[in-house]
């Protein structure tokens, strides 16, 4: 019965899917001062059609400013972004591709095609574009968030347990964290840092007035009762 319990956990989803980069345009080819404004432009406009739901007029955008500059790497990384939102994750990785073959230092582009590795269930190709985003950008919280929910579906408990706690080291306010690191301490036998840590996602919950969180937490605080 207590290896039942200890099995019966899922994790909370905490961070953003997707990381957009800075509004620069990228000149990586020869151009004219009036093409460089004429793909900035463009640029801007479908990032602006992205947050306005218009997504499959953004791609027309990003597609004209690429053809205008075929070695535009941020516009490959948000067109990128806009596929995996319309639902065509293996346009979008090819897209994050293209990003980091014109700009292998673009730390978004590798976060973002983890992401949708890891939504594809290609859990050891995540963790290392997971891993190469930290390396380019050791403070990106999104991939220690996402890297710890892959770690530990893949039985790296003690991994996962590290990157929330990394998570929480720069933003101590994140109750799914501090339950997603009780849950794995929960299933490490770790009952006193579970307790602890699963305090305080109910205290964030209940501050936020997050009833389904709060209800959850306390559904394991239980079971770490029994």
Known sequence: MKQEIYKAISLLGTFIILSGTSFACTNNSP?????????ENLYYQGLEKVKKGNLKEAVKDFDEALRLNPKYAEAYNNRGNTYFVLGD???AIQNYNQALKFNPNLAEAYYNRGYAYHRLGQTEKAIKDYNETLRLNPNYLPAYGNRAIVRSRLGDNQGAIED????LRFKPDIAEVYYNRGATRFQ???KQGALKDLQKAAQIFSKQ???????????LLSKLAQ
């Open 164 to 167: 929330y706690s990394q998570v």
């Open 89 to 91: 994750q293996q346009q």
């Open 209 to 219: 007035k997050n009833k389904t969180g709060y209800e959850k937490t306390q559904q």
């Open 188 to 190: 490490l036998r770790d």
């Open 31 to 39: 151009q004219t001062s009036s093409n460089s404004e004429k793909v």
